[in-house]
């Protein structure tokens, strides 16, 4: 009997510090210590707003923007070009200087990759329509045609993780404007189902506000880049906030491994007042430290990374630029 009492605690033991080591592994993980600048590549991005192609801008303000995203290595500029119609079309006066506006930038900086962000709010948008996704489609082909931007960045919100009638777009755009011709993705953050599952029977809502493994599989067939939106959380603690993002960024290059897709984590320097946002959680500071740590995560497969996000450049403050540049490009 005491034999046995013995091995019942032995086999306790081994199973509790068994499932202490992966609940660490899972939970925190083995880090390296890299810093910032050298995961940077020089391949980030940064939305930019509507007022650079809606109105008529001065050359010299447009080559200052220009040099000033080159300083802080940003390659693709998201430029607010629509929203579409209910009928999935952008009248051409709502970004008559578009082409202007793109000589210019690249007249200053040729590397930079212009794409035409364009979206509305999904129930406005019923892409369940061949006739409206055809109208959009058309719209994109037009865009790319008369305008010289490099490709698209979809931002249709929210799009939720079963939505097929969205794959549909991505594949009939696809078809529409070539493979050589850049198509982004502006997407909702990482989240298995079952805790989205979890979560709506606590609070009695149906939580489509997510994407799942599989979704993003399926997107990363087809698109070019995805540039997932890691803020709006509702996290009232920075560190909860750094330790969210951290795992978007080991979850999705996991995800993503094996697919030719970039991708590039948003982070916020806006400062709405609303309920799922504070701007003391999430930041370019606390956005940048759960970056830097997820890709030091020796669970991140880190060469499926690409950069990072701004959200967005009209916010963005001459003291979070600092911080970026301490933080990301080690200066």
Request: proline residues 4%.
């Amino acid at each position: 009997m005491f034999k046995l009492l013995k091995k019942l605690i032995r086999y306790t033991f081994l199973v509790a510090v068994t499932v202490l080591i992966l609940g660490w592994y899972f939970v925190v993980g083995p880090h390296g210590d890299l810093e910032g600048k050298d995961f940077n590549t020089g391949e980030n991005g940064i939305w930019i707003q509507h007022a650079w192609v809606g109105n008529e801008q001065d050359p010299q303000a447009v080559y200052d923007l220009a040099l000033k995203l080159q300083k802080y290595d940003i390659k693709y500029i998201y430029i607010h070009t629509g929203p579409f119609d209910t009928d999935g079309t952008i009248p051409e006066e709502r970004y008559k200087f578009a082409k202007e506006f793109v000589q210019f930038l690249k007249e200053k900086n040729p590397d930079l990759i212009p794409l035409a962000w364009v979206g509305q709010v999904r129930s406005e948008l019923e892409i369940e329509s061949e006739e409206i996704r055809a109208n959009i489609v058309e719209t994109c082909e037009k865009l790319i045609i008369e305008t010289g931007f490099a490709g698209l960045h979809y931002d249709i919100e929210p799009i939720p993780h079963d939505d097929e009638y969205f794959l549909t777009l991505l594949e009939e755009t696809r078809e529409a404007i070539g493979e050589n011709v850049v198509i982004s993705i502006a997407t909702d953050e990482w989240q298995p189902s079952m805790i989205s599952d979890v979560v709506g029977m606590i609070l009695d809502e149906d939580i489509k506000s997510y994407w799942e493994t599989t979704y993003f599989k399926d997107v990363a067939g087809i698109a070019d880049q995805i540039a997932v939106m890691t803020y709006d959380t509702s996290l009232t603690d920075p560190e909860h906030y750094e330790w969210f993002v951290e795992q978007q960024v080991i979850y999705l290059t996991q995800i993503l491994a094996g697919y030719d897709t970039e991708l590039l984590i948003g982070i916020p320097t806006y400062e709405d007042d609303k309920e799922s946002f504070d701007p003391l959680v999430e930041n370019m500071e606390t956005g940048l430290n759960g970056i830097i740590t997820g890709l030091n995560n020796k669970r991140t497969i880190a060469d499926v990374f690409t950069g990072v996000a701004i959200y967005a450049e009209w916010e963005t403050s001459e003291s979070e630029w600092n911080i970026y540049e301490k933080l990301w490009q080690g200066l």
